[in-house]
């Protein structure tokens, strides 16, 4: 099984479309996305609208989650909050629907997926250390949790009772999944990446060849700036795309 992992699109449709043109061409069977479809991008409807195509496995994101509960809104940032206050206003019906089912945690037989953390998954903690990681490893009930949340590449790798130790990919690579180890895995940020790399960012899972894939591509930054100012959003959601950060 070969799934396509996807996180932090933040409704940067230009960015999505291009990590998903090269995933049609890998023979993904499923795709997996991590949450934080909208979000400080132009194109709310348009990314919600290619995740629910692809029939994905979705967990819902602090972004979807600030757009369905408002009341959490001043626990946001001033720029973040006036994206997700323009995102509600633009989403279709049906996209908020759609939005408002997704769960907080899902679990099966081979993984597990959330946005931030399996430690309060809806305090919305970020995962930038071994003492945060060892928070979501002690309440893993299987060997593998796919997360997000933070923008950046990341695998944690945890053998038996050891300390975890971590592993940051700003330019792609590779891991194997290995016997008697259990891992936390971030596929970095499609629509926002925030590791210096501007690259869109997302990951290949083969179950088979036990190998986790970190992919980079490039897409129109350009296009993606222009959408955001001609929307009247704050400018430095713009710029900062150019950047990486």
């Not at 023979?27 to 290619?50: H, K, M, T, W």
């Not at 959490?72 to 939005?99: C, S």
């Not at 016997?179 to 499609?190: A, F, K, Q, S, T």
């Not at 899972?205 to 591509?217: A, H, M, Q």
Request: hydrophobic residues 40%; negative net charge; contains cysteine.
């Amino acid at each position: 099984m070969r799934y396509g992992i996807i996180a932090d699109v933040h409704s940067n449709l230009e960015a999505l479309r291009a990590v998903l043109d090269i995933l049609k061409e890998e023979n993904i069977d499923r795709f997996l996305c991590l949450g934080d479809i909208v979000g400080y991008g132009a194109s709310p409807n348009e990314c919600v609208e290619q995740i629910r195509r692809l029939k994905s496995e979705v967990v819902i994101g602090n972004h979807e989650w600030g757009v369905l509960h408002p009341e959490i809104l001043p626990f946001f940032n001033p720029v973040a909050r006036q994206a997700i206050e323009w995102t509600r206003k633009e989403l279709f019906w049906e996209n908020l629907k759609y939005l408002s089912g997704l769960e907080v945690v899902k679990e099966n037989e081979l993984f597990s997926m959330v946005h931030s953390s399996l430690y309060e998954p809806t305090g919305w903690h970020y995962i930038f250390s071994a003492e945060k990681a060892e928070l979501s490893f002690s309440r893993m009930k299987g060997m593998i949790c796919f997360f997000a949340h933070s923008h950046q590449a990341v695998i944690y790798s945890k053998y038996r009772q050891e300390r975890c130790r971590g592993f940051a990919f700003p330019e792609g690579g590779e891991m194997f999944i290995e016997e008697d180890h259990r891992y936390l895995i971030n596929p970095g940020g499609v629509g926002q990446p925030r590791d210096g790399n501007p690259q869109a960012s997302f990951a290949i899972y083969d179950t088979e060849l036990k190998k986790v894939e970190i992919r980079r591509c490039d897409y129109d930054i350009g296009k993606a700036k222009q959408k955001i100012l001609k929307a009247g959003l704050p400018s430095f959601l713009a710029e900062r795309l150019v950047y990486g950060v």
